[in-house]
C-alpha cells in the first residue's frame, strides 16, 4: 500500500504570550543564586478515557509550538481545512517509551497503544514558555512501534559508492570515502540495509581486519539523521548522512580481497 500522502512541513504562526515562572532564592557559598522553576502547565486532574485504542501516526514538522501526530485519515481528510485543528499530543507511560533517535518524520511512521485523556490537554512535564501553545487532545500511549513508511525508491537513483571503515572510539558514524581526504573534509555515514536479507556492513568490523572497504549501491535517505533500528551503545552520537543499500559488496576485509 502506497503512502496515503508525502509528509507535509507546515509553516503557522503562533502569537507570543509572556508567561510567569515560578521563582526560588537560596545562598551558595556566600552567593546569592536565583533559578527559575518553570510550571508543568499540563492538567493533574484530567484522567483516561478508559478505552484502549492503536493508532498510526505520521508527524507532522509545523513552524510553531503545536501537537505535531497525526492519523493518516484525518491527514487526508482535513488537507486544507484547518488540518492543525486535528493534530494530537503524544505521552509515553514511561521515560524508556520515548521515541527513539533515530525516528524520521520523512521516513517513518509510529504504531501506538494506549489512550485518550477525557480533556484536551498538554502531555504530562510540559513547561510553559514565552510561546503560545494551544491545548489538543492528548494520547498516553503503553506500546510503541516505529516502522518505515512505504516509500518508493527507484532504480534509477540509486548511486554506488566505495566507502571504508575508521574504526572510531565512538558510536558515531563510521563509514567514509575510500579516497584519502583529511579529516575535515571527510564525509561520514551511516549504512542500512535495505531489506534484512543483506549483509549488516556495521557488523562486518571483527575488531582487528583492517583495512575494511566495501561497495554498496542504494540511496541517501538522510543527510542529518540514523538508520532505522539505531540505538546507541552510549550517548547521543552526531547525526550524519544515512545511506540506504540494495547491494552490497566487501572489497577489502583485513589484508585479503574478498567479494560476497
Known sequence: ???????????????ANSNKTENKTFKTDSLLVRTARKKDISDATNTLTGKTETLQLYYIVWGCACAN??????????????????????????????????????????????????????????EETEEHLDKAKVFRYTKIE????????????????NLSYNAIECTCAQWSGTKPTS????????????NEKLIDADKLWKGDNLPLQIQVTGQIVSYAGYPTGYIPAKGTPDPATVFRYTKIKVLKNGQTKKDD
Open 69 to 126: 501526530w497525526m492519523t493518516p485519515e484525518d491527514l487526508k481528510k482535513y488537507q486544507g481545512k484547518g488540518l492543525d485543528k486535528h493534530s494530537i499530543f503524544l505521552e509515553p507511560a514511561s521515560p524508556e517509551l520515548d521515541v527513539p533517535i533515530y525516528f524520521d518524520p520523512a521516513r517513518h511512521m509510529v504504531k501506538v497503544t494506549g489512550q485518550f485523556y477525557v480533556k484536551s490537554d498538554y502531555p504530562k512535564g510540559t
Open 183 to 194: 579529516d575535515t573534509a571527510r564525509e561520514y555515514y551511516f549504512l542500512e540495509p535495505s
Open 1 to 15: 500500500m502506497k503512502r496515503v500522502l508525502p509528509i507535509l512541513f507546515f509553516l503557522f504562526a503562533c502569537s
Open 146 to 161: 516505529i516502522f518505515k513508511d512505504n516509500i518508493e525508491y527507484s532504480p534509477k537513483d540509486d548511486i554506488t559508492l
